[in-house]
């Protein structure tokens, strides 16, 4: 036990000291070189248009939009209003079910938790609740503080080798007894899409409400319907193109007194998430839901499938063993691949990458010490495929260029690491 202790410790604060060099050079590594950039599903850059139709709501018309007596506040309301029905033609649903947000963590917990506790305080006989296994940090979380504090059943629904629900397992623990399923429509690691019509048909039997995250999708798929397969829904700006601040939670107008406030304040939106709209933002998030709606966006999807599908065949085409995570490529997001290639750690390849090139490791950070994607493990990875993983996820901006530059630089990269790891081993 004092040997774990001592040895947990030790990688906390190496951990922290990493952490903290990067933090140090980053300044000085971003003048020097401009990074390509592979990890759109981290975040979007705020598209050109949307910044500016954001723009005047900073400075010309920034009136608080809850100002009833003047006309200023008036324009303000207007935009947000018609921000909201932008936003609301996104997803299949009217404006009056749209609740902004400060992006899709709020929205996951003022869903899980604003229903969890009107029906704990209640008294309501649904006292189960489902999530998938490959949830956002987010759900879960909200998932345990309502088992923690109200006495819910959480339980977790599996998935398959692919990530995609096992509907049977689904079938099998719904009853009556459940008050909310959570499953989202396009996982942020691996890239898997789930059947969100079939899933809510399960659900709906039952008579219980089906959230879903849908932060990752409007750049993978039309959401244009989901309003009529959920009961609620959580979007984020910046996962969209838009400003990062910002997101919003679909509540089917049927459902919203069932829903308890968060925090509580002057009574805007209904007194269910109060508090001053950010008109810019608002605006922003609007402007985006245009914009991956738009046929525009549809081209651009398929455009960036065929990039991805070119990035993936390359990577596979270099010699070194590497396994692809995940969904077969038609049922994935068109921008994403989780890659583990045998033997390396993630962490070390992306180390021997910067400051070059920007992606992602499959791990997680708890307490400081670097843990295996809880995604990676429910689809059945191994501790050590886990910490292999990698996710590069391409945007609309990616070029072909930056693909060819960015799979030279990782054969490089490999090489290094893999002579490295042949010295160390010739000489233990």
């Not at 020097?32 to 950039?37: L, V």
């Not at 709020?106 to 189960?128: F, W």
């Amino acid at each position: 036990m004092v040997n774990f202790s001592l040895e947990a410790s030790s990688r906390t604060l190496d951990h922290a000291r990493f952490l903290y060099e990067k933090a140090s050079l980053a300044p000085f590594l971003i003048v020097r070189i401009t990074a390509m950039y592979f990890d759109y599903q981290s975040t979007t850059p705020v598209a050109d248009h949307v910044l500016k139709e954001m723009r005047p709501h900073f400075s010309e018309a920034f009136a608080n939009p809850h100002s009833s007596d003047h006309a200023l506040g008036w324009r303000s309301a207007t935009a947000v209003e018609a921000a909201a029905q932008r936003v609301a033609e996104l997803i299949g649903s009217d404006s009056d079910e749209i609740f902004f947000t400060s992006g899709a963590t709020e929205s996951n917990n003022l869903a899980i938790l604003g229903l969890g506790r009107r029906a704990g305080l209640r008294g309501s006989s649904k006292t189960r609740i489902l999530l998938s296994a490959i949830e956002h940090k987010c759900v879960l979380s909200a998932g345990r503080a309502l088992q923690d504090q109200y006495g819910f059943v959480v339980d977790i629904i599996p998935v398959d080798h692919k990530g995609h629900i096992v509907v049977s397992e689904l079938e099998r623990l719904m009853d009556d007894d459940v008050l909310l399923v959570s499953i989202m429509a396009v996982n942020n690691e691996i890239g898997t899409i789930q059947n969100i019509q079939k899933l809510s048909e399960v659900v709906r039997k039952h008579g219980s409400i089906f959230h879903c995250d849908a932060a990752q999708a409007p750049l993978a798929i039309s959401v244009a319907d989901f309003a009529s397969h959920v009961d609620m829904l959580s979007l984020s700006g910046h996962k969209m193109y838009g400003p990062k601040g910002i997101g919003a939670l679909y509540i089917n107008r049927e459902l919203q007194e069932e829903i308890e406030p968060l925090v509580y304040g002057g009574g805007q939106q209904k007194g269910i998430r109060p508090g001053t709209l950010p008109t810019p933002l608002c605006v922003g998030l609007a402007s985006a839901s245009d914009y991956v709606s738009s046929p525009e966006a549809s081209h651009k999807r398929e455009e960036l499938r065929t990039l991805r599908d070119r990035f993936l065949n390359k990577l596979l085409a270099l010699p070194y063993s590497a396994r692809l995570f995940g969904a077969e490529l038609e049922n994935r997001h068109p921008g994403n691949i989780s890659i583990g290639f045998e033997g390396l750690n993630a962490q070390d390849i992306l180390g021997a990458l910067q400051p070059r090139l920007a992606a992602s490791t499959g791990s997680a950070c708890t307490s400081g010490i670097p843990e295996p994607s809880h995604v990676l493990k429910a689809i059945g990875l191994t501790t050590e495929e886990a910490e292999s993983a990698i996710r590069f996820s391409l945007g609309f901006e990616t070029t072909e260029k930056e693909v060819d530059n960015a799979v030279e630089l990782l054969e490089h990269a490999l090489l290094r690491l893999t002579n490295s790891l042949s010295t160390t081993l010739s000489t233990a």
